[in-house]
Nanobody, 115 residues
Framework: QVQLVESGGGLVQPGGSLKLSCVAP????????MGWYRQAPGKPRELVAA???????EYADSVKGRFTISRDNGKNTVYLQMNNVKSEDTAVYYC?????????WGQGTQVTVSS
């Protein structure tokens, strides 16, 4: 069972910033598709952002211009920089790794946006 380890969640005020990190195992990290989903209470899990291979990125419309996904292949780490956060960004954020039809997940990290 592949285990992804997330960190960086917490409480942040509206308009503030937070950076999530996720470390994924694998000697070929650079070819994995990596990304973040989130799930708010009572809502389905939704894709927030993904980074594919060398660096193609995708974002949910709700976070475009505010969130940035990036990766450091030397550290097997993917990041989610969250700026100008809003109350509706409150959710558990899950990191995932996709490769050759198989998806692995992190345990989730809580992000709460509140004053």
């Amino acid at each position: 069972q592949v285990q992804l380890v997330e960190s960086g969640g917490g409480l942040v005020q509206p308009g503030g910033s937070l950076k999530l990190s996720c470390v994924a195992p694998g000697r070929i990290f650079n070819v994995f598709t990596m990304g973040w989903y989130r799930q708010a209470p009572g809502k389905p899990r939704e894709l927030v952002a993904a980074i594919i291979g060398a660096g193609k990125t995708e974002y949910a419309d709700s976070v475009k211009g505010r969130f940035t996904i990036s990766r450091d292949n030397g550290k097997n780490t993917v990041y989610l920089q969250m700026n100008n956060v809003k109350s509706e960004d409150t959710a558990v954020y899950y990191c995932y790794r996709y490769f050759q039809g198989r998806t692995s997940w992190g345990q989730g990290t809580q992000v709460t946006v509140s004053s």
